[in-house]
């Protein structure tokens, strides 16, 4: 080969990598990657729900049941048959995602905060407000992991499609219906979505309006039934496993519950949290999008069964 035809040779070799290579901006800064990664390790739940909408199977992902952890969810699980555990979201394995060799670790910014630096050590890392993100938040985030992995156009359909639903959902909902305050309840505890978590957020942009903004800079926050009672909820909607006893099945026999104005109107939602608030991706609102509709949330109708506070 011709020192000529060589030097041709690695320009057109420079050309493609550069082309290949992209760059993200994310909370910890910019994370440049020379091509599109292929062995991801994914650290939330909304992660793995969007690596699955664009057709990529994690490598790894926290799919673990320590610390109060579930596992994956289950409209997730049937498509992650051989994908390794890294431990659970709160506490992952250092040692297994180092020894699956990833080209790229997707980090929550507030779960993991204290860990970026560990696991920028073991791979490049890219970390998100997931946990306590809002819909444009998992939307940008969307965008984000398509272009990291080599799927933005994929991404892009994605949302587009997503914003489609949205649209054609928001014709069921109710002008002027009561603001609505969303929450998780656990056995332990309630905890309110505000206007700017993904949940809250996600019901305001199909035309119900959301109750309570951000306090404290908290986008999720716990409140107790007297709590509850303060915030005089119109319309209540709440996100339950159905294998747990949620504790507002113990406070529904409190006279301070049957005071909600939710409840005198019958205008209590329950939906699984499962699908609501631990995916938080692509796949798991186009759930949401048909949920809000069956459940007769949008037309602040007596909720349908199935949907109705046990």
Known sequence: MTRTSLTVTLLASLALTTAEAVSVKHEGGTLTLSTPARRVIALEYSFVDTLVALGVKPTGATLGTQGGDRGAPPYLAPRLAGVASTGSRAQPSLETIAAAQPDLILADAFVHRTLVAALGRVGPTAAFHSRRGSLDDLNAQTIAIGQLVGREAAARRLIAEQQGLIQKARVFARK???????????????????????????????????????????????????????????????????????????????????????????????????????????????????????????????????????
């Open 176 to 310: 002027n219906a009561p603001a609505f305050v969303a929450a998780v309840a656990t056995p332990t505890g309630l905890t309110v979505h505000t206007n700017q978590s993904f949940v809250g957020s996600f019901v305001e942009a199909l035309g119900r309006r959301n109750a309570l903004p951000v306090k404290d800079d908290k986008t999720q926050y716990e409140i107790s039934l007297e709590g509850l009672v303060a915030l005089n909820p119109q319309t209540l909607v709440l996100f339950t496993a159905p294998d747990e006893t949620a504790i507002t099945d113990r406070w529904k026999t409190s006279p301070l519950w049957q005071k909600l104005p939710a409840v005198q109107r019958g205008r209590v939602y329950e939906f699984d949290r499962d699908n609501w608030t631990r995916g938080r991706g692509p796949a798991a609102l186009k759930l949401m999008v048909a949920q809000t509709i069956e459940s007769r949330l949008l037309q602040d109708g007596v909720p349908a069964q199935g949907y109705r506070f046990r």
